[in-house]
């Protein structure tokens, strides 16, 4: 074991420590030791000591392995080699504990013992093996059901909130069509082949609890149609101090359902007179403020779907983006066809267009909305701006002369 | 041998269901805290779901992942899960188990928390444990920040949830860009080109391509066979160093950490909102980054003294005014607080809305 005076200083305190932990299997691991070793010569010299790149995989993929090295092999030769295997996650990272056993079984074999549950995309991520334990390791993984998840410029491992495997808010089966869609896109997953990486995200309701809009090129979010669901008598009961707000989830111990919860409607759309809570539902929009703060009085509407919204990637380049909202409302059900032929739509014409290391959101600014929704054969609805543009430079095309001769109008009067 | 098999695709999550959420799958009714941590589900149907969240690293071991294998066997059946917060969920349908479990969690030396009006589990990036670009550690900085803000952890009392996130280098792995306190890794130095290696170990076009702000020209020189930088046009992304590793883009005394805050992806009452640069530079040091740590500390409570009940951390900035933030977290404000790269206009105050 190499002294790690520095590393030391992060056992204390009540946080767990990961270097507490990753100690425990220093004992047998050569490369976890080594690992701490270099982990403590970055403490000292406050540089990384990772090299990048390299490729490496196994047969007949192009994802899933990411291949690392270190630049002072002599030293650490424990981690000479430390290649990432990233194992698609089941939806909803929902285990049992022999699935788990087993997963580390193949991991304390085959790799280093040490691994994230789970990585920002949401596989788990078995950090630190060689080269020959990669086609052994995967066997075993897909002898027990498993598969690897996606790198590169591939379609990423999709995932979703918990949806309602325990959620009253969700607005559609998060973990099936997390499924299906992990499912249909296994080809694409595998073998990298767009512009650049692909993600999907899918959260149950305007909540968004894995962050799709910020974190997907591909983002799915719940919603209804209809009107939100109300209770009165809890209502009444929220009031009263009853029924405590947020269910608890906070330290403030009564609702006043004035202040609270109709004041700060972002749509003014609702009222309470001290008996009955009204809400004019065409001018909800959704942000589920209210439900959050009295779930056991309100609950979303029956008519439920999601959104899709597009385009949304860290700052490199243009700056971070948000998704945004490209079809406002889509049915659910599975086998989820629509959702399925939008996402291949849309990467067909960015594979089309986009250049090398372009995200599809890059894509869309470049060439217009208008390329895009014409490209991928969608109508543009006016939920997909927050206002309309306030230049007077817009564009006309010989299509737009066409339908006017045929009878387009702008305005009815 | 057997056939070998691909693209099987992660098992059906049903395989890991608890009866109780089988049989009240898509038929929940509301949900309730007991306690900060300890969350009730009520289906339609009257059943219970209990879920106890209890906050972990994100580098773990297999031998970690056995104990708690342990805990769930004893107390839940076997069934557990993750969060997209890196927490854990033990997962019983039994309310009278729930003592022991937290007794046992407790006894592990594992918080229990992370729900409602806390500051939840760090999500972040991989540092200097694995990456080649960071510029700060990842797990060491979240350990340092979590012990600092532990009593937050396992309590509801702040004015509305405070999602914390970091990210090792501007490449942002862990999406920090829309948290309410974003750690953000930065360089600040152009890349050093070592024109002897580069030779040998890179392809020109290539490193020439892979600048986003075209910033990497062929040396003037041609016998050299190497690049310069035009050092005002470079950002430190590293993308160059990527490419080739002769141009190292790391500075241990000049990198460091910036901090950014008010973002949230929540539609609750106001739009999701990107986090904007509060503190553009701390310096790094390991190991426990006591500025850093100092700072979060203070605009967290600075939030929570100043906020109205729900608002959340960007809510309560914009209603106040940036330049009252940087007033009352004493925070300088720099040039490089003011936006000059793409769109920055959008960030210029066109109005007589400010304060004095
Ligand atoms: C070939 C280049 C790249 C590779 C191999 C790569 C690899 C990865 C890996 C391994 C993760 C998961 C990290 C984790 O689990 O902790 C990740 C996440 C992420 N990367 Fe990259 N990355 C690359 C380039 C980039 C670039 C250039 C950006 C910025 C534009 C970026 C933005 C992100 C973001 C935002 C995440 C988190 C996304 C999420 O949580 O879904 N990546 N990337
Ligand atoms: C359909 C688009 C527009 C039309 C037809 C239009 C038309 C006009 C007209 C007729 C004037 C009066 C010129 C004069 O008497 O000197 C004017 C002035 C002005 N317009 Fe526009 N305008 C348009 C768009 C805009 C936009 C998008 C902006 C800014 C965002 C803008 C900013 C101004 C300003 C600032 C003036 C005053 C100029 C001055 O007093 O020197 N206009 N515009
Ligand atoms: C300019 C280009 C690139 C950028 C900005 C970039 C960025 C990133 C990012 C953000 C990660 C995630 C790190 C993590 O989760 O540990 C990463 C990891 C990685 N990328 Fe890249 N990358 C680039 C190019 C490449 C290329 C060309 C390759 C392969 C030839 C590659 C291979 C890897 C590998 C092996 C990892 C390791 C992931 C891990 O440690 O788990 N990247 N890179
Ligand atoms: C009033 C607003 C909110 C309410 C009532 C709420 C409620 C909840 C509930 C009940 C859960 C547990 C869900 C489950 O697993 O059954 C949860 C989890 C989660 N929520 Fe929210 N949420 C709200 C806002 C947000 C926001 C704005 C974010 C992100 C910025 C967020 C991120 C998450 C995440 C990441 C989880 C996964 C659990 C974890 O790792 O802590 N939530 N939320
Ligand atoms: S996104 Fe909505 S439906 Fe999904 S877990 Fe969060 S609150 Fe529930
Ligand atoms: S969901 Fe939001 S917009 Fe709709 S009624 Fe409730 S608070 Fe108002
Ligand atoms: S944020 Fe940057 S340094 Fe950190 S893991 Fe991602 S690419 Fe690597
Ligand atoms: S660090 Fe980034 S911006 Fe600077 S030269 Fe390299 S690629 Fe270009």
Redesign the pocket.
Known sequence: MHKTPLLDQLESGPWPSFITDLKRVAGRKKSAADLLGVLERSYKDKITHWKHGGIVGVLGYGSGIIGRYIDIPEEFPGVEHFHTVRVNQPSGWFYTTKALRELCEIWDEHGSSLLNMHGSTGDIIFLGTTTPELEPCFAKLTAKGWDLGGSGSAFRSPSCCVGQARCEWACFDTMEACYELTQHMQFELHRPSYPYKYKLKLSGCPNDCVAAVARADCSVIGVWKDD?RIDQAAVKAYAGGELKPRGGATVYPKLDVKADVTDL???Y??SYDGKTLK?DNKN????????SLMPQALRPGTETGAAFLLGSHAPILEGAQMSWVIVPFMPMEAPFDELKEIIVNIAEWWSEHGKNRERVGELMLRLGMRAFFQGVGLEPPAQTVRTPRANPFFFWHQEDFDAEAAGRKYIKL | MSERLTDIGPPHYDKFLPPVVKANYGKWKYHELLEPGVLMHVGDSGDKLFSVRVGSGRLITTDFVKDVCDLADKFCDGYLRFTSRNNIEFLLSDQSKIAGLKDAIKKMGLPIGGTGHSVSNIVHTQGWIHCHTPAIDASGIVKAVMDDLFDYFGSHKLPAQVRVALACCLNMCGAVHCSDIAILGIHRTAPKVDHERLRHLCEIPTTIASCPTGAIRPHPDKSIKSVVINEPKCMYCGNCYTMCPALPCFDAEKGGVALLVGGKVSNSKTPPMFSKLAVPYLPNNPPRWPETVAAIRKILVKYAEGANKWERVGEWVERIGWEKFFEVCEIPFVFQHIDDYRWAYDTYRTSMHFKF
């Open positions: 939100i409607c972002p749509t759309c609702m809400i909800c929009n959704h942000c589920m403020h209210c439900i």
